[in-house]
């Protein structure tokens, strides 16, 4: 009788549960509604609005969307959410609720005299375009790299980072050292690669307050002879750390405005660290609940010893009623300018150059979406050549926005043409220097650098706003080497696009923007590619900053393809699929993806690439890659 009320109890307790289980596979997560309402409409269509896929939002940390969603570029969306909502919609996201230890590290830390950082090796890579003149190109004694070698590369180790969807920072190179911002992990990481086959990790830095880096590594030695890394952070905090040791001197959030943001790399000087500061009041201002718009960019310079200010540059002046939107509040303006490029410092000169993006409402300051130099003593403005006029642009608006739409406007030729391709001082064969620009309007400029007079121009296309040209150009004996991401379409009124031009690489005369010859992107969604690359038909062409080593060019795709060209003649030397999973050095699965931002540097016979781009509807990675010329 015991027995039967045993099995009895035993079958009841086994129903409840197995009904608990099914009521429980029924009932959606809570977090789905919240997503739905409100994420959905923009990440269900990432490319379209500059945003995420869902699956990247899936494959990030908890903490990295949190930040997002209190500090970062959601923090408007995230307003309407409590704590208790908001760890719904990250648990619904990510399966988990909170962070994952960070363990792969600790067996990779350096022993022995390798635990010493040694800078004694000259600075290859001190800056977003490697030299001060930004030329982002290395000699092969640099990169340990001949053209001949470049030819003929194979893997030869990949590092694995979790929970991270994107790599879009550029290592500095000092000698046999490389530091190595990750975004998402909120780390710096000091690796020797003294070893080529076996890097080891030194130390590593990590955010105090665990928000997401965002800029590359600047390198730099200060009056005090101290060596220093300058980069930023997602919520605009300056991290100045010696370079030996990865312990911070200083660091300091140069926000101003409420969506102030830091993306161009810091540029280090012996008694300055120069900073340009951004906004995404872009990615707010169609929402009706924010008061649009306020934010603009400015320049600062820092002392880098303390992290002082010593002077700020504004690209405008702080916004004002412009007239009432509609509703009884105020739209406002200038606003717009942010400065999301490196700007080039010629001390001779005692000039800062740098280029600047759209405005987000009227009336459209002359400093919007020009390229500008200011006076490195005080930060006075030396001169400005405004590119395009009037473009007032914010995402989801479109051209001719909808009457319900109060922040947008229709006085505007709405093309989001930033200059974020940071420039270049270019010194020619024959004595004569220019800055060179390259603008997502797909046009390269070459401009004075005494007067800011054009010199020449060269449009490739009319651009987009995800390029055109877009994070980078390169320079290397009279040739300037520009990425173009997409053509784009002709404008109204304007002449017909050139056919012959397509998504790839162009090698322009430095003297007289002649284009010398033209390397074609072309799609390639064979096989599972078509899955594994989203939009590959379209997604397909030269977005990231090119890099010349010994008279190739290294460039990676928005499909995952690493690609060397002759730098003489655009032949295609070598090619490479990151698309794909890699077996690590740490342990760390690892996938590559979209290669786009800055991602390509050399050392030690060794040329290092970032693979994962989890934004504007590209293909996510967290994969480190070294290549190496086969024996």
């Known amino acids: 009788m015991r027995l039967s009320r045993l099995a009895a109890a035993a079958a009841a307790m086994c129903s409840l549960l197995f009904a608990e289980v099914a009521v429980a596979e029924i009932l959606p997560h809570p977090g789905q509604a919240l997503y739905r309402t409100h994420c959905a409409t923009c990440h269900d269509s990432a490319e379209a609005m500059r945003a995420p896929t869902r699956a990247t939002l899936e494959a990030m940390s908890p903490q990295a969307l949190d930040f997002a969603l209190t500090r970062g570029k959601m923090q408007a969306q995230g307003a309407a959410l409590t704590d208790q909502t908001r760890g719904e919609l990250i648990a619904y996201l990510t399966g988990r609720s909170g962070a994952t230890p960070e363990t792969w590290s600790a067996p990779m830390m350096c022993r022995g005299a390798r635990a010493a950082v040694d800078l004694k090796g000259p600075a290859s890579v001190a800056t977003f375009g490697f030299d001060a003149r930004q030329t982002r190109t290395l000699s092969a004694r640099q990169a340990g790299l001949k053209k001949a070698g470049l030819r003929r590369l194979e893997l030869a180790w990949a590092v694995g980072f979790p929970d991270v969807t994107m790599m879009r920072s ?15 992990a909120a780390a710096l ?13 030194q130390w590593v830095y990590r955010t105090p307050n665990g928000a997401p880096l965002r800029t590359s590594a600047a390198y ?10 300058a980069f930023s ?23 101003a405005y409420s969506y102030s943001l830091t993306t161009g790399t810091p540029r280090v000087l012996k008694d300055r660290i120069i900073v340009p500061v951004s906004q995404f009041e872009i990615m707010q201002a169609a929402d009706n609940a924010v008061s649009c718009c306020t934010n603009h960019g400015f320049v600062l310079s820092l002392d880098p010893a303390t992290g002082a200010q010593q002077w700020r540059y504004d690209t405008m002046p702080d916004a004002q009623p412009v007239r009432d939107r509609g509703d009884g509040k105020p739209l406002l303006g200038p606003s717009g300018a942010p400065i999301w490029n490196s700007p080039v410092v010629d001390e001779r000169r005692g000039l800062v150059f ?12 002359r400093n919007t979406d ?7 003593k005080d930060g006075t403005e030396a001169w400005s050549m405004q590119a395009t006029e009037n473009d007032i642009f914010n995402a989801g608006c479109g051209p001719n926005p909808r009457p319900t739409q109060l922040n947008c406007v229709k006085e505007t030729v709405y093309r989001d043409v930033d200059f974020g391709a940071s420039l270049i001082l270019a010194r020619l064969k024959s004595g004569r220097e220019l800055i060179l620009a390259g603008q997502k309007s797909g046009t390269v400029w070459a401009l004075d650098p005494d007067t800011g007079k054009v010199v020449w121009r060269r449009d490739i296309g009319t651009g987009a706003p995800n390029g055109g040209i877009h994070w980078g150009i390169a320079f290397d004996q009279d040739t300037v080497y520009v990425p173009v991401a997409q053509i784009g379409r002709p404008l109204p009124g304007g002449a017909p696009i050139d056919p012959k031009l397509q998504p790839g690489m162009y090698a322009v005369d430095a003297n007289t923007g002649e284009i010398r010859w033209h390397y074609s992107a072309t799609p390639d969604c064979a096989g599972d590619r078509g899955k594994k690359a989203p939009r590959c038909e379209r997604l397909y062409g030269f977005s990231g900053a090119p890099t010349v080593i010994d008279g190739a060019v290294v460039q990676g795709s928005l499909d995952g393809r690493l690609f060397v060209l002759d730098a003489a003649t655009g032949q295609e030397l070598w090619r490479y699929d990151t698309l794909r999973e890699f077996e690590t050095l740490n342990g760390v699965k690892a996938r590559g993806g979209s290669i786009d931002a800055a991602s390509i540097v050399a050392a030690k016979g060794l040329l290092f690439v970032n693979s994962g781009y989890g934004m504007f509807g590209q293909a996510p990675g967290n ?8 024996p």
């Open 189 to 201: 990481y000091s690796l020797d690669v003294s070893d080529p086959a076996r890097p080891c990790v």
């Open 233 to 255: 952070g997602m919520d605009s905090t300056v991290h100045v750390v010696d370079a030996r040791t990865g312990k911070a001197l200083w660091t300091k959030n140069v926000a």
């Open 623 to 630: 994969s480190f890659l070294a290549f190496r010329p086969k």
């Open 170 to 184: 550029q290592a500095a190179v000092v000698g046999d050292n490389l530091f190595l911002p990750v975004a998402e």
């Open 370 to 376: 020009a390229l500008i130099a200011i006076r490195l």
């Open 220 to 229: 730099g030695v200060i009056a005090d002879d101290r060596p220093v890394l």
């Open 354 to 365: 740098f280029g600047t993006g759209e405005a987000n409402s009227p009336p459209a300051h």
